[in-house]
């Protein structure tokens, strides 16, 4: 069915029971669903489109309920149609956290985020997917099968694909010995929306695992569309690990330890992320995220320049002359 056919159906669905709404794009995210604005009588909802061959709607609403749970200003659903793959919810409004962040508002918006993610990391668990050590390769192997290989038509030696995996299984490791906690797995500033009460609103969170403690961590602080100094970077993540210990997320531990936690973490996910950005450039023509490539890219070299472990990816990287060829980041 033709994406036109989807929004007479979608239409149809919402106009059943609000005969004078209409409906314009409100968004469109990294997958195949697609977000619309729903006004009627000077009300405003979102609808998400989510085509049930692709997308589990299902998995949503049970998400929903556990943030709403633990008390996570997630959006309230007003009414569903599963096998339409249709979902029409409270509007959050249209100021994601990345349009506001600047450096007089980022303490009291990361405070907030933070809060809000220790409230996530307490959610109810039971019967979520496991961020296992298959997923977690299984993810970082879309670099080089798309990023590399596809964008930038580099094809590894035998000699340098083993460097490539045995660099993936030690960061998987070392991220499986994190405690494990509920995972929103996008938690970042383009899906933390600014709002007047509960800041922020939280969405795009279908996805939920159970996984690494840091995941939704690095993806904030060292968020792939927006970057922070070092220092600033730190003063949030130790900010982050009294509270997390004080709520029985953790053990206290060392704070090299914790550091290093963040930064594998981090790793992984930035391996991750530059192959679904390739992919979502190759695969699909979402040619814009190609934009956030250098920062993504200086994140991998710049924490894996620490660790003798991860040096010889970083290495093979300078070979290939990778950072020339995508840009190299400029803050």
């Not at 019967?127 to 299984?138: I, V």
């Not at 596809?150 to 994190?178: C, F, M, N, Y």
């Not at 602080?221 to 927006?226: E, G, M, T």
Request: aromatic share 10%.
């Amino acid at each position: 069915m033709s994406k036109d056919n989807r929004l007479q159906q979608l239409t149809h669905w919402i106009q059943q029971d609000r005969p004078n709404a209409t409906i314009e794009v409100a968004s469109a995210d990294a997958s195949f669903r697609r977000y619309f604005r729903v006004t009627h009588n000077n009300s405003s909802m979102i609808v998400m489109d989510a085509p049930q061959q692709q997308e589990d709607c299902a998995a949503f609403i049970d998400i929903t309920q556990r943030l709403h749970n633990a008390d996570v200003y997630a959006p309230e659903i007003i009414k569903h149609d599963l096998e339409q793959g249709f979902l029409l919810m409270e509007d959050l409004g249209d100021t994601p956290y990345l349009n506001k962040l600047d450096d007089s508002s980022a303490d009291k918006l990361y405070g907030d985020a933070l809060n809000t993610l220790l409230k996530i990391q307490q959610a109810d668990t039971q019967g979520l997917p496991e961020y296992n050590d298959k997923l977690l390769q299984d993810e970082m192997l879309l670099m080089p099968e798309w990023f590399l290989n596809t964008h930038l038509g580099i094809v590894p030696t035998a000699e340098q694909q083993k460097i490539i995996d045995r660099t993936l299984t030690v960061i998987s490791t070392l991220v499986l010995q994190q405690p494990q906690v509920f995972v929103h797995r996008d938690y970042h500033s383009r899906n933390l929306m600014l709002t007047t009460h509960n800041n922020p609103g939280v969405i795009d969170y279908q996805d939920a695992v159970f996984g690494p403690i840091t995941y939704d961590l690095v993806s904030l602080l060292r968020d792939c569309y927006i970057s922070w100094s070092n220092e600033k970077i730190a003063e949030w993540l130790f900010a982050y690990k009294i509270k997390a210990e004080a709520a029985g997320l953790m053990d206290k531990v060392p704070e090299a330890t914790f550091i290093q936690w963040f930064d594998f973490m981090g790793l992984q996910r930035h391996i991750k992320v530059l192959g679904v950005f390739a992919r979502l450039n190759h695969r699909d023509g979402k040619s814009n995220y190609l934009d956030d490539l250098p920062l993504t890219l200086h994140y991998i070299m710049q924490v894996g320049n620490k660790y003798p472990l991860i040096r010889p990816l970083i290495e093979l990287f300078n070979q290939w002359e990778i950072p020339q060829k995508i840009g190299i980041y400029k803050p």
